[in-house]
């Protein structure tokens, strides 16, 4: 069974940072795209960072220069860094694992805060 966890959201204030992470057990992310996406309530889930199965990564415009996307292999996770976070940074991040051969999979997601 796979499942993808994520961790390291919380409450942080203006200017802060925080790395997330997606941790896998039941596959071998190397052989995944993984997204992160964000979503507020009312508001379209955003994609704010990816990495390819072969090591590349890029991040939305929104965020480009203060979130990073890297992996670690022997660890198959996948992590996050936020840095200089913004209220308008605040929502739910979740990620998602899609393979070539068309299996995806869904962490549960978890809650960033930014707030003074």
């Known amino acids: 069974q796979v499942q993808l966890v994520e961790s390291g959201g919380g409450l942080v204030q203006p200017g802060g940072s925080l790395r997330l992470s997606c941790a896998a057990s039941?596959?071998?992310?190397?052989?995944?795209?993984v997204n992160w996406y964000r979503q507020t309530p009312g508001k379209q889930r955003e994609l704010v960072a990816a990495?390819?199965?072969?090591?590349?990564?890029n991040s939305a415009d929104s965020v480009k220069g203060r979130f990073f996307i890297s992996r670690d292999v022997n660890k198959n996770t996948v992590y996050l860094q936020m840095n200089s976070l913004q209220p308008e940074d605040t929502a739910v991040y979740s990620c998602?694992?899609?393979?070539?051969?068309?299996?995806?999979?869904w962490g549960q997601g978890t809650q960033v805060t930014v707030s003074s």
């Open positions: 039941g596959t071998v992310l190397l052989f995944y795209n």
């Open positions: 990495i390819t199965s072969g090591g590349s990564g």
């Open positions: 998602n694992a899609v393979h070539s051969g068309g299996a995806a999979y």
